[in-house]
């Protein structure tokens, strides 16, 4: 598939050096020696292996999805292919630091990368960023010899990982797990219970599989600790692990079932029995791990990757509506179909689709929502580079609050809108785009799921109003107020701007004060039951204010000798933003100031 | 299934009886001698036959879609059993007049019974609502000896009805379409030509298919007539008639190809290639038909069919809510997980999913739009009926005006609405939700198709702004108003009530002077440009109207001896519609007071 139609490459160059001065990056001793055409070759790497080895499975993916036959699951071999080809270039790599064979490049640029391999091909993808995210938690928090047993074959694509937490009965609340991990005297662990949506969870697609687990250790009297501070984590291969690091016999870990997915369909997504005993000696049962870092930790642990899995489920909504939007552009400009208003002459040629103003509006709308999620994708990871790169523990620590902040709403506002442009793609198609013989309709029922996964919308809306706004004092809502204010400011300087710049800083303004009358109430019920329309307003502030800092560089450099059309299109979606999706902010705040009540107070009989 | 997770029947009951007041229609010459009694035990035989012969096989009509071998369309037979025993039940001539063998049944309470069926599979119900509509087609416009030949062979499910308007290369544009009728010298035609997205195009399910194809009669030099003026409507049947009745030798129709859709999947969706010579002796090719009414009237004649059909799209999108939301309710009633804000205690049992506020949120809305737009459809049905029973041509004339107006808004508001009904279903069921082994994304899926066809959001937002406001001097609009104002005049009498009545006058106020302002302007591509969020607009003022008119009903009941719970989730729903809904007016309103010109503006190479 031409790469251009997975993403704009002009788009991301601008993201990356125009606005996000990623080349500057390169002056901190932790990039030291790198610089923007390395970043720029391996972004070309990336762009070919989404090409032409994860986009052409694409629809084979879709229609001939993981079979399970009651023992084992069959995967289609391209997969493999790819993710293997995917690792040959070191991709799987790309960010680990050099001393585990990685390329140590920023976050920020891995990512971008990765945005081709999710537009290609998501659920191909996923086998590859669940072992990334994998990696890099034992890479914070593993004891080395678990860093050196499992990360230099994850980065080789021998070994995929996974991330086990929910079990059936306990769905989004983990506190409810049952899972539970018996010591033994050699130090590890014998595991037992069930897990429930293990992306990856079982295939032959590599050689072996990690597991990282969530698990109860038993007390004396052999109880589970209620809630979450019970929770400890555990690495458990589906295969163990032979001295010398080669796979050897079967785990107690066995594939229990598989779910049937309105999308995502390639990744196979499975229900997991832990210790059944099957693959063990009689007497032996119980799936073998190790313990990751301290007992009662794990839920910590496991939010390191957690705050990688939303962001990462944010960079794939906002790679399907950015491939999306391009399908759909290439369509309206192709197709004709009727005339304009203007040009009633039914003898005259009929126009392409994109002359037709309605047409355009929806390809505004799917530019401002998926460059709008790929622009917060990418200032996330970003911040993620400075928690790591920036000098002086204030400035670090001041990064991670920002991006613990902005976490919620990149994974959220992301999925939210990037499932609205890929409903706009279809519908720019009409009714071939309601049909499998054209690509959006996958589009839209891949991106269906990331509203779910990884914490559910309501989930991110109670994490961002009750939690991230609130702790220490609101610091990060200072620190986020203290970057859109040089926004507003520069925008104010730009009379195109001026408009959008002064209804940034009022909506700004009236979400900080509804934030602080919510956390000043009272009622704990009340105070969180809008979070949702709390996060839908925060987030298209959020995405305004970055449109708005991205127009002004548009601005600036369409004055300039490379100035053009592109530089006019930023500038149109920005419009497009301030002037259409801006109003809708007013929509939701209208029932957080005061409270609306009628879901709190509707009992469930009178449903 | 259980019937009661397809529709509510106390909901269904409440619309038809307390609210639209259906029995009185009996009053009237044209249904005389019905009673409710019989409307509710025609309405038992819907549910019954949606649950027993319907819903039975949606999921394998799904997992089944027909498969065209090249020569054949093959279907799961269910679908035949099932249409069979609707049409032998009586219900593909339900609302037929009794001349033609039918119950002479209030379109209102047909449409009601349709309801069911579509809510428990929209596929297999398509086969019956084309066959009905195709046949009040013929009925209104066809010669007796075409309603005879075709007509009761449709009522008893012999044979199945298709409309032929889409072109490959036309679309939505029929000004553009070029299969052309060459007469006979026995008064037929011969069609040539190639048909695309016709449902129920080809198939053995019935023993024939009467097809009606939109055609051009070539003038003197062979020429075809540009433009709509030109078309002319036409009988094609699959299989050529006998005398007698029986369905002879294959007609000149051949099946091309058949598309693989998103959802509704089991209605086989086909491209026909009439003439192609296949089935005739040489030098006999041309698919035998007969004109209907006069030629160059196809497209008025079609457009009794598409406004039928316009109104079934907007009840099968509501249908499809309704279900997915009974769904959503019963399962957030009884899958437990989590707990409240207020009991934190991680020992405490789970509370059920209804138990969260953000939860009942979801739920609410899906009620305020799945019964709203159950509501609207319903009210939409009941004018049909005013339009042929009410006395005097003047009374019957404006309730045919007000239908016009609402048709647009009862096809789109629905579909917008009612798919986002079911994407609300999807996520209160969480990774459930997402996948097949549970039936709401199937409902979604089905549901995308309805912004879509017999006329896209597009083409309904410029009908309804451009057209069907402004006809004999916005008449249209007074008529609605003048069915507006005594809403709000009885709701103002209504203390808890008397905001939403202010409220939705001062809508209905701002989107008269709106419509005003955009009729008046001189720049045709301007004033329809914005027609999108002017259709979204319109729709939820007039869904709000709706609701504050069943509120006021509901109030009423509430304080007599039925009143109860029922009617509590009623004004609940309402409530919920007022605040949480009617704030988004003002954001459709922003961008047409005055046009916001970005789309307009913004030339294709920007993008």
């Known amino acids: 598939m031409n790469p251009e139609l997975l993403l704009s490459r002009s788009d991301l160059d601008f993201l990356l050096f125009d606005w996000l001065q990623v080349d500057t990056l ?3 001793p932790r990039f030291a020696g790198q610089d923007r055409f390395d970043y720029a070759s391996v972004l070309d790497t990336y762009a070919r292996i989404a090409s032409e080895r994860f986009a052409t499975h694409n629809k084979k993916n879709d229609s001939q999805e993981p079979h399970f036959d009651g023992e084992s ?3 289609i071999p391209e997969v493999g292919v790819a993710v293997r080809a995917f690792s040959e270039a070191g991709l799987m790599s790309a960010a680990f630091p050099e001393e585990w064979g990685g390329m140590g490049l920023p976050t920020v640029v891995e990512r971008a990368g990765m945005a081709w391999i999710m537009a290609a091909n998501v659920a191909t993808a996923g086998y590859a960023f669940l072992t990334i995210g994998n990696a890099n938690l034992l890479m914070a928090h593993g004891q080395p010899e678990q860093v050196a047993k499992y990360v230099p074959a994850m980065a080789q694509g021998r070994f995929f990982g996974t991330m086990c937490l929910s079990e059936p009965q306990a769905g989004s609340s983990l506190a409810d797990i049952r899972t539970k991990a018996v010591p033994q005297s050699d130090g590890r662990y014998r595991l037992f219970g069930n897990k429930m949506w293990i992306s990856g969870g079982d295939h032959e697609v590599s050689e072996n599989i990690v597991h990282l687990v969530l698990a109860k250790i038993p007390d004396a009297n052999g109880q589970l600790p209620p809630g979450v501070q019970g929770i400890s984590l555990f690495t458990v291969p589906r295969r163990l692990v032979n001295e010398g690091g080669s796979s050897g016999e079967r785990n107690d870990v066995v594939l229990a ?7 995502q369909r390639g990744l196979v997504n499975c229900l997991l029995n832990f210790g059944e005993g099957k693959f063990r000696p ?6 073998l791990g190790e313990i990751v870092g301290e007992p009662g930790k794990g839920l910590a642990y496991m939010f390191h990757m957690m705050n990688e899995a939303r962001i990462s489920v944010g960079l794939t909504a906002a790679s399907l509506a950015c491939t999306g939007y391009l399908h759909a552009l290439d369509y309206a400009k192709t197709r004709t179909q009727g005339r304009t208003r203007s040009q009633r002459d039914p003898a005259s040629p009929p126009v392409a689709l994109i002359e037709h103003a309605d047409v355009r509006r929806m390809l505004l709308a799917q530019k401002a929502y998926a460059s709008g999620a790929l622009a917060l994708c990418l200032y996330s990871a970003r911040l993620n580079d400075d928690v790591h790169s920036l000098e002086g523990e204030a400035a670090r620590d001041d990064a991670h609050l920002l991006l613990e902040l902005l976490t919620p ?4 506002w992301t999925a939210q809108w990037g499932l609205a442009a890929n409903d706009l793609a279809i519908q720019v198609h009409g009714g071939y785009g309601y049909t499998r013989e054209y690509n959006v309709e996958q589009f839209y029922r891949d991106n269906r799921l990331n509203p779910i996964h990884e914490g559910t919308f309501g989930i991110q809306a109670i994490d961002l109003l009750g939690r991230k706004t609130r702790v220490h004092q609101g610091r990060a809502m200072q620190l986020l107020s203290a970057r859109i204010a040089p926004t507003v400011n520069a925008a104010m300087h730009v009379s195109a701007l001026q408009r959008h710049a002064e209804a940034l800083e009022a909506a700004w303004v009236k979400l900080w004060t509804v934030t602080r009358q919510l956390h000043a109430l009272d009622d704990a019920e009340a105070q969180l039951a809008n979070a949702g329309p709390y996060l839908e307003a925060f987030g298209h502030v959020v995405a305004a204010w970055l449109w708005l800092d991205q127009a002004i560089v548009a601005t600036r450099l369409l004055a300039g000798p490379d100035g053009g059309d592109f530089h006019r299109g930023k500038l149109a979606a920005c419009d497009y933003f301030f002037r259409w999706e801006m109003p809708k902010v007013a929509a939701w705040l209208a029932v957080l100031d005061p409270v609306e009540r ?5 009992p469930a009989h009178w449903l």
Chains 1, 2 share one sequence.
Do not use: F
């Open 26 to 28: 390169a002056q901190r």
């Open 73 to 75: 699951v069959s995967v």
């Open 257 to 263: 079932g598989v779910n049937h997915k309105m999308g």
């Open 282 to 287: 009689e007497g032996e049962a119980g799936a």
């Open 409 to 412: 709403i990149t994974k959220s």
């Open 598 to 602: 009628t879901p709190l107070d509707t």
